[in-house]
Antibody
Framework: EVQLVESGGGLIQPGGSLRLSCAASGFIVSNNFMNWVRQAPGKGLEWVSIIYSDGNTYYADSVKGRFTFSRDNSKNTLYLQMNSLRAEDTAVYYC???????????????WGQGTLVTVSS | DIQLTQSPSFLSASVEDRVTITCRASQGISSYLGWYQQKPGKAPKLLIYAASTLQSGVPSRFSGSGSGTEFTLTISSLQPEDFATYFCQQLNSYPITFGQGTRLEIK
């Protein structure tokens, strides 16, 4: 059974750093395109970042240069290192697998339950 | 960036109604569009990909259509469990973007 479990969220002051984890089971993360998506309280979905199976990454402009998406293949776990956090980064952060593909595009077929990050003084 | 605009933003309907949600893209995205359903406090769930292909396990009352810049999600006969928020998503180009959401509530 495919499962994604995020952890690492919490309350952090502006300018601080936090690392989110997403532990995967039931499939191999390094064989898949994996994503982080966030949702501010009461708002819509915002794509944050993707890591390809070859390790390449892309980021939304809003987090580029501040967030880093990585993975540990031995632990089958993904990480999102978040630095220089701002109030506008407050959101529930989901990891999602891009596992349903068509013509080279990978739709998000499994999601974790999310972890809440609150940036506030 | 490609903007996705959903209409309506809010929809009130009754069980067994047929409803349609529209998603318009600011530029052509071929058929690289997905639809997701989200219930309060839960993660989104993939319903439709490639504009019109039903994800495995999703009831056949859900259907999608469109290409280019205009897309629709139709629920043929609303069931109580369908009352949720629906988002479209484009995968044509980075950054991946979502529509603002359509909240479907019971009349």
């Amino acid at each position: 059974e495919v499962q994604l479990v995020e952890s690492g969220g919490g309350l952090i002051q502006p300018g601080g750093s936090l690392r989110l984890s997403c532990a995967a089971s039931g499939f191999i993360v390094s064989n898949n395109f994996m994503n982080w998506v966030r949702q501010a309280p009461g708002k819509g979905l915002e794509w944050v970042s993707i890591i390809y199976s070859d390790g390449n990454t892309y980021y939304a402009d809003s987090v580029k240069g501040r967030f880093t998406f990585s993975r540990d293949n031995s632990k089958n776990t993904l990480y999102l290192q978040m630095n220089s956090l701002r109030a506008e980064d407050t959101a529930v952060y989901y990891c999602a697998r891009g596992g349903t593909s068509w013509q080279g595009k990978y739709y998000f077929d499994y999601w974790g339950q999310g972890t809440l990050v609150t940036v506030s003084s | 960036d490609i903007q996705l605009t959903q209409s309506p933003s809010f929809l009130s309907a009754s069980v067994e109604d047929r409803v349609t949600i529209t998603c318009r893209a600011s530029q052509g995205i071929s058929s690289y569009l997905g639809w997701y359903q989200q219930k309060p406090g839960k993660a989104p769930k993939l319903l439709i990909y490639a504009a019109s292909t039903l994800q495995s396990g999703v009831p056949s009352r859900f259907s999608g259509s469109g290409s280019g810049t205009e897309f629709t999600l139709t629920i043929s006969s609303l069931q109580p469990e369908d009352f949720a928020t629906y988002f479209c998503q484009q995968l044509n180009s980075y950054p991946i973007t979502f529509g603002q959401g359509t909240r479907l509530e019971i009349k």
